[in-house]
């Protein structure tokens, strides 16, 4: 019981933090209104003919220029939606590792969990005196079996690491339905390091 209010409790927060810390853009799709048939007769992309409507060379050049212009830009859409992900599977292998932690908070034998701070709103003084368990300026001890990463990119970035070890009492059921819980949230994700068996 203990564990999931220490995680609900997580969760407030950095999706408190994350919001503050982080800028929203939203993009408005709008799609160009097609032309009617009548407008590219008028613009002399149309032809009429015995057999229907043909469209001339030069339009026929246009549109093909258009759906190149369109592929490209899929394309660089498609490349660039690669490197976030890349990059994003990178940062989770380094934080499986520890790398660039901030600070820690073991409290895994309170409740089978130790957080460890990433993001630049971290400091030692402000760790320290939130941390209930014992705090370090080091990774947290391997041996996690995953653990939900909250605020991933902002200042409020950190990782709540979870054992089956420790007083917890997590089990593979726990542990599955934290997983289920941090992907939920719109501001975490999963980081699985090891199944529960």
């Known amino acids: 019981m203990k564990t999931l ?5 997580l969760f407030l927060a950095t999706f408190i933090l ?4 982080s800028e ?3 993009s408005k799709n709008k799609q160009p209104k097609q032309p009617s048939d009548e407008q590219l007769i008028e613009e002399g992309k149309l032809i009429k003919t015995e057999k229907g409507l043909k469209a001339t060379p030069e339009y026929i050049e246009e549109l093909e220029a258009e759906e190149k212009r369109l592929d490209e830009e899929d394309n660089k859409r498609k490349m660039k939606d690669y490197e976030m992900w890349s990059e994003l599977e990178q940062l989770e292998i380094d934080k499986v590792e520890g790398k660039n932690v901030k600070g820690s908070c073991d409290a895994i034998a309170k409740s089978s969990t130790c957080i460890e701070f990433y993001g630049s709103f971290y400091t030692e003084e402000m760790m320290r005196p939130g941390c209930d368990g014992v705090f370090s300026l080091k990774p947290c ?3 996690m079996n995953g653990g939900c990463n909250t ?3 902002t200042a409020a970035d950190m990782v709540a690491w979870m054992y089956v070890s420790g007083g ?3 089990t593979a059921a726990s542990m599955e339905n934290a997983a289920k819980a941090c992907d ?3 501001v975490s994700r999963w ?4 199944p529960v068996k």
């Open 5 to 9: 209010k220490f995680i609900t409790v």
């Open 18 to 21: 994350s919001g503050c810390f």
């Open 24 to 26: 929203v853009k939203q």
């Open 141 to 143: 001890p391997e041996g």
């Open 151 to 153: 605020g991933v990119g």
């Open 168 to 170: 917890g009492e997590m």
């Open 184 to 186: 939920s949230a719109p």
């Open 191 to 194: 980081i699985p390091v090891k």
